[in-house]
């Protein structure tokens, strides 16, 4: 089972509507030990293998309204990202309900929705409508994405010519100018450079101070009392299944 303590750091102000409503959700991961070593031999593996039932959630109930800014923390395996992946609908739940309202930008994973053979123009606009976007939209502040991940000539470059920072800086820019209702950040983000850094930063910042809801992970606990105004712990009780 897993225990979630919660702790006001300090009262928000003009609070929305129910944003997003978990009731019962949980997540099991079945862990394999054994490797099959011919292809023969995958069906005797899968059905006689040593197996292992984890379950990183268990009937996690939580409610976020609109305009709040949670932070989470715990141990390691507490099931934090794990949690940020469930309501970003990267991950289904293995029990229990989830309902969200509003666009949700999760900078979990950066490079999801891009094609390494499209070019990062061509990125931009796929990448844009996975997470929401019209078309109409994305067009309107091609320039901007453009200009904020300092890409520069590569925009017309196939994805597979950029390095790993380049992918992340262009992730990055679409997900912030798509204005999300709820933002789900996962520890701290490293981009590369400095500037970028210092520039992603900011970004975040204004997010955090305007309406926007916000839903952070990082084992840095300071970090997160400073920039959010209530704060989860953590905590996987459950014990493992063999």
Known sequence: MTTLKEEIIRKSKNLGEVVINLKGVGKKYIVHH??????????????????????ALQDVNLQIRKG?????????????????????GISAPTTGKVKTKGRIISLIDLEAGFHP????????????LVIGMSREETKAKFAQIVDFAGIG????APLYTYSSGMKLRLGFSVAVHAEPDI???????????????????????????????????SQWRDFLKKNCNKLIELENLSSNNT
């Open 117 to 128: 053979d499209l070019t990062g123009q061509e990125n931009i606009f796929l990448n844009g």
């Open 34 to 55: 054994e490797k099959p070593t011919l292809a023969e031999d995958v069906g005797r593996v899968l059905r006689f293998q040593p197996r292992e039932e984890y379950w």
């Open 153 to 156: 000539d590569f925009i017309t």
């Open 183 to 217: 933002l789900l950040l996962d520890e701290v983000m490293n981009m590369g450079d400095e500037k970028f850094r210092k520039k992603s930063e900011k970004t975040i910042q204004d997010m955090i101070e305007n309406e926007t809801t916000v839903l952070m992970v």
């Open 68 to 88: 709040e800014k949670v932070g989470f923390h715990g141990p390691n395996g507490a099931g934090k990202t794990t949690l940020l992946k469930i309501i970003a």
